[in-house]
């Protein structure tokens, strides 16, 4: 079956770290680039961050430039999001996401990881 | 940056009507829309990409049309479980890639 499965959300308190996993299965995911959308609560989608299918080019929008990291590891078909010196605004189900071809609509998506920056 | 409006922020609609959600771009974006349905407690779902055309295994009452600024999706005829919120994207020009802000769908 062609799925996403995330992983590693959790409770963590302001500053501090947490590292949400995505494990593709059913397709070869370094044939594409992968992303991580966030949706804080009660709010709507949120773009977080992207990475080529080699995993050489990384984006990542503003809100998170410099304090998250986006890698993968195209031998176990797996994503990453190493999120640190988190905020209370960071709270979010954190989706990751499989971008079709070069158009880069999302033709995939995670169940998502629940992640929650509280003292 | 480009900002996606949609529009209206929630639509009510009864079982068998028609819904018409909107999306405009603030400046022109061709075709480069997707359409994103999200039921309660679930991950989106890809519904339309290139403005009109609809992903695999999505019901034939979704259409979308569009070009340019303005881009329309439309059920023609609704059910109860088309209850969901309803999001465009701009799938080019990026980083950073926009979402609208959704439009609620509510079932009278």
């Known amino acids: 079956e062609v799925q996403l499965v995330e992983s590693g959300g959790g409770l963590v308190k302001p500053g501090g770290s947490l590292r949400v996993s995505c494990e593709a299965s059913?397709?070869?995911?370094?044939?594409?680039?992968m992303n991580w959308v966030r949706q804080a609560p009660g709010k709507g989608l949120q773009w977080v961050s992207s990475i080529s299918g080699s995993g050489i080019y990384k984006y990542y929008a503003d809100s998170v430039r410099g304090r998250f990291t986006i890698t993968r590891d195209n031998a176990k078909n797996s994503l990453f999001l190493q999120m640190s010196s988190l905020r209370a605004e960071d709270t979010a189900i954190y989706y990751c996401?499989?971008?079709?071809?070069?158009?880069?609509?999302?033709?995939?998506w995670g169940q998502g990881a629940l992640v929650t920056v509280s003292s | 940056e480009i900002v996606m409006t949609q529009s209206p922020a929630t639509l009510s609609v009864s079982p068998g009507e028609r819904a018409t959600l909107s999306c405009r771009a603030s400046q022109s974006v061709s075709r480069d829309v997707a359409w994103y349905q999200q039921k309660p407690g679930q991950a989106p779902r890809l519904l339309i990409f290139?403005?009109?055309t609809r992903a695999p295994d999505i019901p034939p009452r979704f259409s979308a049309s569009g070009s340019g600024t303005e881009f329309t999706l439309t059920i023609s005829s609704l059910q109860s479980e088309d209850l969901a919120v309803y999001y465009c994207?701009?799938?080019?020009?990026?980083?950073?890639?926009?979402f609208g802000q959704g439009t609620k769908l509510e079932i009278k």
């Open positions: 059913g397709f070869n995911s370094s044939d594409y680039s």
């Open positions: 996401a499989r971008a079709w071809g070069s158009a880069g609509y999302f033709d995939l």
């Open positions: 290139g403005a009109s």
């Open positions: 994207q701009l799938y080019t020009n990026w980083p950073p890639r926009i």
